[in-house]
């Protein structure tokens, strides 16, 4: 899950929510209590105990994998530390790495974080190439913690492949078809014809809908298709020069102007209510927001969602783990990060918590292709999630990516929903961003 910006990490902590299993996460420290890194026979036993610091629910727990590890290496002992929020993990991490210390055997690292760290830490984190085998991982979710001389400091645990969600019912009241084939035949291939799907809902729309459900939602599934965002292959910020960037706004600006969009920020609680009261008919949806669907829905809308493929391929999403130089066990602790995000065990995870598979071989097995969701019925997420995944580009991924897309939502496209018009909201966007990054 994991997000692209600050209000977006709160979407990426969501995003291990199970989007097959129940309820929301309720992230927080577990009963590991060692704090201070790797012990062999910390607890006493003479086992060699390897530690996790998480964000979120990752969902290794949840999913049994521990236990199975456990069950097939006795003499190993594992104990995870979780901070709920990204925005409360992260700076600690780097604090850990800067300073070498404090450190588990494994951490976690965003999507969003990754290119830092790569750019940054790289030097303070194990190869992990030697463990991992390339060969299994999409070769964008690979590349993505890789650095220019080919360490690979990172293992992906899940992606976010882009998929649109949408309501039958509502569709149907509107004089759209239902059939999702039939759906994705109106936009494939051009976000425009995406928007002017929308148009053509507006004019029929059940009382008090929009076509979709937020602004920042459709810039992010636009931005989540190109290959070049925020900042170029030489690593130089170039949002503002980027016209696919400007585009991607100025198309959401207008679906905005238009009253296609709802006027809420994502993951507010006043969002919330619009998916329990069934406000909008469709949404971007990387498979981790199918268990945010769940969770703010009342019954009644059990089985009325489908998916449909977006027009573009992309990913919203995604993490990874990475084990310290300093640990006392890293052998011990590289094992285990290959082991659980090798394909076998990301196929039980998604059966089980909704986490996407970084591992093309796991898109074949039956905990993915047989997925089913209680909120979209008999729809093939597991094969629409596994296409997506596949054609996703190749993206340029910068440090400071989540405080560019944050400045572009939270402070830009929003503010056309909300009456500003593009050229305010653009001056607005810009205006916060450099300032962030203290340009």
């Not at 084939?181 to 799907?197: M, N, P, Q, S, T």
């Not at 809902?201 to 636009?222: E, H, R």
């Not at 999403?317 to 659980?340: C, D, I, Q, Y």
Request: charged share 25%; hydrophobic share 40%.
């Amino acid at each position: 899950m994991r997000a692209s910006t600050r209000i977006r990490r709160k979407a990426v902590v969501l995003a291990a929510v199970a989007s097959l299993g129940t309820g929301l996460l309720a992230g927080c420290a577990d009963d590991g209590d060692n704090e201070s890194g790797s012990s062999n026979g910390g607890d006493g036993s003479g086992k060699t105990t390897i530690t996790l610091g998480l964000f979120g629910t990752f969902g290794f727990k949840e999913a049994g994998l521990y236990d199975e590890y456990m069950k097939l290496n006795p003499d190993v002992v594992i104990k995870e530390n979780v901070v709920e929020r990204n925005e409360n993990y992260y700076p600690a991490l780097v604090n850990h790495l800067t300073t070498n210390s404090g450190l588990m055997d494994i951490q976690g690292i965003e999507v969003g974080n990754i290119a830092e760290v790569v750019a940054t830490q790289s030097d303070k984190l194990l190869d992990l190439s030697k463990y991992g085998k390339k060969a299994d991982y999409l070769e964008w979710k690979w590349q993505q913690a890789t650095t220019k001389d080919g360490t690979t400091v990172g293992l992906g645990t899940d992606v976010g492949p882009m998929a649109i969600c949408y309501r039958k019912d509502l569709f149907q009241q509107a004089g759209l078809p239902t059939d999702r084939e039939e759906v994705a035949k109106l936009w494939a291939g051009d976000w425009k014809k995406f928007v002017d799907v929308g148009r053509d809902y507006q004019k029929k729309a059940p009382k008090g809908t929009t076509f979709m459900d937020s602004p920042g939602g459709l810039i992010n599934a636009i931005l989540s298709s190109e290959t070049e965002r925020f900042y170029d292959a030489s690593g130089k910020v170039v949002y503002k020069q980027n016209p696919a960037v400007k585009a991607a706004f100025d198309l959401t600006a207008e679906a905005a102007e238009d009253g296609l969009v709802g006027n809420q920020t994502q993951f507010q609680p006043a969002w919330d209510t619009t998916i329990a009261n069934s406000k909008f008919a469709a949404m971007s949806c990387p498979p981790w927001m199918l268990g945010y669907i769940k969770g703010k829905s009342k019954p009644e809308a059990k089985g009325k969602w489908d998916v449909a493929a977006a027009p573009k391929s992309g990913n919203w999403g995604g993490s990874f783990l990475a084990v310290p130089k300093s640990g006392k066990n890293t052998e011990a602790a590289a094992k285990l990060a290959a082991w659980l995000t090798a394909p076998e065990q990301q196929a039980k995870l998604f059966k089980v918590q909704g986490s996407f598979p970084s591992t093309p071989a796991a898109y074949t097995m039956p905990e993915v292709t047989s997925a089913k969701n209680d909120m979209t019925g008999d729809a093939p997420i597991g094969e629409i999630f596994a296409e997506a995944a596949k054609n996703a580009p190749v993206q340029v991924i910068g440090p400071k990516d989540q405080i560019i897309q944050q400045g572009l939502t939270d402070n830009g496209v929003i503010l056309v929903a909300q009456g500003k018009s593009p050229a305010e909201a653009w001056e607005n966007a810009v205006k916060t961003i450099d300032n962030n990054l203290d340009q």
